[in-house]
Structure formats: structure tokens, C-alpha cells
């Protein structure tokens, strides 16, 4: 919760409006949804995605609901305690959420829903990373090539392994709009052990994560390719559920797991526990206000806090 008074955001997908916009979502089957994120409808629906037969990037028109890669709400930018002006431009898939930045050549944030359901026999996608054709017309298309010798790995923020329910659902991790140049001994390392842990949660131990990722970049971030900035860190934070509970469950026991890594050559060997910090320290740092479904209450007291081993079972 970003240090203001903030209000929550009204629900405007209601009525009639709400209903066109319910039947159309049915209709689609969980093809991509594309729109600027100032036109995006604030719904809190919550449940699972379904898998698509569609391309990974196919889109659809704007309006459909949030669904439940954004059940706990869509990060905000904000400046001076006021929502920011950004040119994030929001992408919703079957299979994740996401904010793309033009400016930048990545996303600023993206989210998902995590629980056993999305795991299974499909293998990993082999060849090359994937232009996302979802992108606004006019807007460059990162391509595999624009990372090739740039010293930084195509870094997954949904990683591949936690799709693997059916061929779609992995080829849709490889689109390069979920991907971020990461140093190999941080993608290697302490991020691929949290990757791991996250993993056990959900498919050993049967929770529900809903998690959020992205890059921290400083005022002039180095850049290759075709514009792709590098981030100087990256954040996760990835809230701990019952596999049946949703945002009305999040409560101020709820355990938040949350780090902040540096996109460093001199990790690889650090345990991910090393990295936990705040929500508070994360929104601080990327300017992004998280988990804006939760109330406000519950927001001052998960946000503050650092995970530990002795946190709470959801």
C-alpha cells in the first residue's frame, strides 16, 4: 500500500455493461485480452484461468474481466501519493497478466495465479523466444535476437516449468513481454531457488500463490537490442493462500513472501532468504502500489511486515 490515503477503485463492470462483458469473456474461451491500462475495467473476479487452443499472443477486445492473474488487484504506478502517468500497456492472457513498457522494452509487472492445477506432462518449448504480437500496432517487437551476446539471460517472470499443463500454456511463458534481462548468476541462483520454493507451495503442500514480478531500474538504465533496459534489481512478491481461498480471505496472518535481488554477477550461490524484504520496501523502490484489492487495514499490516520461517500458515 503506497504511503497515502488511498481509496479503492469502484467496481465499474456492473448492470448491463457488466453482463455484455460477461458473455463476451465466455464467448472468447480465455483468448488475450489488450488494452491501455487507463481504459482497463476494475473486476476482482476471482477463480482459475482456462487453457487456450489460441496462440499465445492472440488478443481480444478490450473489457474482459481481471480473472485470476489479478485477483488481489493490478499494480498502480504512483507519484506524490496520486496515480501516475506511465506508458505501461496492459496485456491479460490465459495464462498471466502483464503491464508492457514501450520505453523500456519489457514489463514493468507481471502476474499470476499458482497452484497445482497449472502443472503437468507438457515439455518445455524448444527453440526460440517469441515476438508478442498482442502489442499496440506501431509499437517495437523485441525479438530473441535483440538478447543474443547482450551478456544478460531471457529471463522468465513466469517460469516455464509452472505452466506446463498443456503446450499452450508453456509456449505462452516464452513471448518475450514476460521476459526480462536478468544476469545468469541471479537467474541461476537465488531467483531460480525461489522459483522452487514457490513450486513446492503450491504443487506439495496444495496452496494458492499470487504473485508479482518485475524489474527496479535506476534513472538511466543501460540498454541493448532494440531498447531493452536492464534493471538494476527485481522484486517478487508472491502471497500464500489456501488453493479455494481468495482476496475476501487475505487476512493480516496472511504469509507474504517478498525480495528484492539484485541483478548482480555475484549471487549465484546466495540463498533466496538472504533478499526478503517488505512490500512496503518493494513499493518504495519500483514506484508500483501492490495487492490495491486488499483493504486498506490488512494492506498496512501484510505490507510491513518481513516473511520469516515462523509466519503464519494461511
Known sequence: MAKRGKQKRKTTAKGPLGAVLAL???????TAVTCRPDRWLDDRAGGNASP???SPSDASPVGAPQGAHM???APVLVARGKRAATDDHLLVKPQYALAYSRSRGGPSWVSWRLDASWFGDAPRHKGRFLVDDSLPEGWERIGHD?????GYDRGHMVRSEERTRNDVDNKATFLLTNILPQRHELNAGPWLRLEERCQDLAQKEGRALHVVAGGIY???PDTFGKGVAVPDAFYKIAVVLGKTQGVKDVGPTTRVIAVIMPNSATIQDEPWTRYRVSVDEIERRSGYDFLTAVPADVQKVIEARVDDAAAAAP
Request: proline share 0%; aromatic share 4%; net charge negative.
Open 24 to 30: 463476451i469473456l465466455a464467448a472468447l474461451g480465455g
Open 52 to 54: 487456450s487452443d489460441a
Open 71 to 73: 485477483a488481489l488487484g
Open 146 to 150: 535483440d538478447y543474443t551476446n547482450s
Open 218 to 220: 535506476g534513472d538511466r
